[in-house]
């Protein structure tokens, strides 16, 4: 069956320094990829998305990679900060019935240091 | 702003009570979803509708029911609860088809 899964459950970086996070999912349908950031107490909140066609978008402080030869996709924050503390999540969609579902990897929680 | 509106931020029932989890989008979306999220195990698609009275099951379906009787409104409905239901209960929204989701801000549900 599909699975979206996360190589690390924590990452702890120091503030200033990028952070990677890393995702591999196993459906090769998946034609879009959503990054997520969850804060403690709050729902998940979008970061960044690419589409299939895609190997790589650009955001504010944010990358993200899609490598689709070995199905894996990265997020990349530049000069994290502290307030980039949070679980970070992975998902991908996948056609289900008349539409669409998006399947969610497991987290990373990552911790910036000061 | 796009805002996804679930009824309860923490609920406490019984064993075996019938529970209702309502969820409201204010942005005409067309698809909803309701997710749990326990620890380890990330979120995980349990019902998910594109339509007015259309569902589909996620991936995690057994013990739980889903209405959705006008657009802006997907309610979740445990019918007999227990107490492996005892998690975090996400709604999400969406436009179209391969766009982003937007999350409530959860209710945790204990059933003890």
């Known amino acids: 069956g599909e699975s979206v899964g996360l190589h690390l459950p924590t990452l702890s970086v120091q503030e200033g320094d990028n952070s990677i996070i890393n995702c591999a999912y196993s459906?090769?349908?998946?034609?879009?990829f959503i990054w997520y950031k969850q804060e403690s107490g709050k729902g998940p909140q979008f970061i960044i998305d690419i589409r299939s066609n895609m190997d790589k978008r650009q955001g504010q402080r944010v990358t993200v990679l899609l490598n689709k030869t070995v199905k894996h996709l990265s997020l990349q924050i530049a000069a994290t900060q502290p307030g980039d503390s949070a679980v970070y999540f992975c998902?991908?969609?996948?056609?289900?019935?008349?539409?669409?579902?998006?399947?969610f990897g497991k987290g990373t929680k990552l911790t910036v240091n000061p | 702003d796009v805002k996804v509106t679930q009824s309860s931020r923490y609920l406490v029932k019984r064993t075996g009570e019938k529970v209702f989890l309502e969820c409201v989008q204010d942005?005409?979306?067309?698809?909803m979803f309701w997710y749990r999220q326990d620890p380890g195990l990330g979120l995980r698609l349990i019902y998910f509708?594109?339509?007015?009275?259309?569902?589909e099951k996620g991936d995690i379906p057994e013990g739980y029911s889903v209405s959705r009787e006008k657009k802006e409104r997907f309610s979740l409905i445990l019918e007999s609860a227990s107490t492996n239901q005892t998690s975090m209960y996400l709604c999400?929204?969406?436009?179209?088809?391969?766009?982003?989701?937007?999350f409530g801000q959860g209710t945790r549900l204990t059933v003890v």
């Open positions: 942005m005409d979306h067309e698809n």
């Open positions: 999400a929204s969406s436009l179209i088809r391969q766009s982003e989701a937007f």
């Open positions: 998902a991908e969609n996948i056609a289900q019935g008349g539409s669409e579902k998006l399947v």
């Open positions: 509708s594109y339509d007015v009275k259309m569902k």
């Open positions: 459906n090769s349908a998946s034609d879009y």
